[in-house]
C-alpha cells in the first residue's frame, strides 16, 4: 500500500520574500531553491508540487485556527457552517463533526493503518479533561475520533513519537526529564513510525506561536528545525510510494508586521507520490479540497 505523512504546521502564509517574513526560506531544498512564495497555481519541482490553498473559504474576516482545522480535518467548510471565523478549539457545533468525518476515522474505515507521530503527555489530558467547554485542539480531536492510541513516553522511549516542537525544549521547559533531540533525530522517529502505518499525521504550531508574538529569533530556529527535519525526512522515504503533505490553516508567521492572522493564501506542498496523485492534488483550491484529496489517496 502506498503511504502518506500529513505534515500539518500551524499558521504559515504564501507571501513574498521580504525582511518581514522569515518562512518564506521554508523548504528550498524541496522546492527547486524558491521556497514557500506565493504562486498563482501549482508549481512542480522535481518530486514536490506547491499549490495556494484559500483559507478564508469565502467567509469575511481573518481565517481562524478552529475553522480552518476542523475544515481540513473534516472536509466540511467551518467557517461557512458557523457563519464566522472561529479561533482555539472547536466548539459544541463543530464537534460532531470529527465524530463523523475525522480524515483518519474515514481511512481506518477503509482499512488504512492510520496513526499519529505527537506524543502527549498525562498533564495535557488532566488540564483539559472536565472543563465547561471543549479544550481539546482539532488535532487531538482528529485522532481520538479515530480510535487510535495516543502516543505517550513510553512510546517516544521506543523512539516512536516526536514531541511537537521536534527538538524537546518546550517540554523540557515544561518539567519533563527527556533529553534535547535533533531536528534529523526527530526524522529518523517519524521513520519509524511510518514502518508501521500507512496514513501518519504530525502536528506542528511553534510557528503560530511565534508569529503572535513576532519573535524572530525563535522563529529563524523554527525555520531552521524545520527544513533540516523535512529534508532528513524525505530523504529516508521512499518518494516513488510514499509521500509527504505539508499543509497549514491560516497564514500568521509570513508577515511580521502584525501579529495577527493573515488572509494570504497558505501552502499546500506535496513531495513525492505517483503521477495521478500529483495531478489529482495540482486540482485543490483551498482547505476542503486538501481534505478530499487525503480521503481519496488510498
Request: aromatic share 10%.
Amino acid at each position: 500500500m502506498e503511504k502518506l505523512i500529513l505534515f500539518f504546521i500551524d499558521g504559515i502564509g504564501l507571501a513574498p520574500p521580504s525582511p518581514l517574513n522569515p518562512v518564506s526560506r521554508l523548504f528550498t531544498a524541496e522546492t527547486g531553491g524558491e521556497g514557500l512564495v506565493p504562486v498563482e497555481g501549482p508549481r512542480y519541482r522535481d518530486r514536490s508540487l506547491l499549490v495556494p490553498l484559500d483559507a478564508c473559504l469565502g467567509v469575511e474576516g481573518l481565517p481562524q485556527s478552529a475553522t480552518g482545522q476542523t475544515s481540513l480535518f473534516t472536509g466540511v467548510n467551518a467557517p461557512r457552517f458557523l457563519g464566522y471565523h472561529l479561533t482555539a478549539f472547536p466548539n459544541e457545533e463543530l464537534l460532531p463533526l470529527f465524530t463523523e468525518r475525522s480524515i483518519m476515522k474515514v481511512l481506518a474505515g477503509k482499512g488504512v493503518r492510520v496513526t499519529a507521530v505527537n506524543m502527549y503527555t498525562p498533564g495535557f489530558f488532566r488540564e483539559r479533561v472536565g472543563a465547561l467547554k471543549n479544550r481539546f485542539p482539532a488535532s487531538t480531536l482528529t485522532i481520538k475520533a479515530s480510535g487510535t492510541p495516543f502516543r505517550m513516553e513510553g512510546e517516544y522511549g521506543e523512539g516512536k513519537a516526536v514531541f511537537a516542537d521536534i527538538t524537546n525544549e518546550l517540554v523540557r521547559r515544561r518539567g519533563h526529564d527527556i533529553d534535547l533531540i535533533t531536528p534529523e533525530e526527530g526524522a529518523r522517529r517519524t521513520l519509524n513510525i511510518l514502518e508501521e502505518g500507512d496514513f501518519l499525521f504530525f502536528e506542528y504550531f511553534m510557528t503560530d506561536h511565534f508569529g503572535h508574538k513576532r519573535d524572530r529569533e525563535s522563529m529563524d530556529r523554527c525555520v531552521d528545525n524545520l527544513n533540516r527535519y523535512v529534508t532528513a525526512l524525505t530523504g529516508g522515504m521512499d518518494l516513488e510510494r510514499e509521500a509527504l503533505l505539508i499543509v497549514s490553516d491560516h497564514g500568521n508567521s509570513e508577515d511580521f508586521s502584525t501579529g495577527a492572522h493573515t488572509v494570504n493564501p497558505v501552502p499546500g506542498l506535496l513531495i513525492g507520490g505517483s503521477e495521478p496523485q500529483r495531478e489529482r492534488f495540482s486540482r485543490c483550491r483551498d482547505l476542503t479540497d486538501v481534505y478530499a484529496f487525503m480521503a481519496e489517496y488510498f
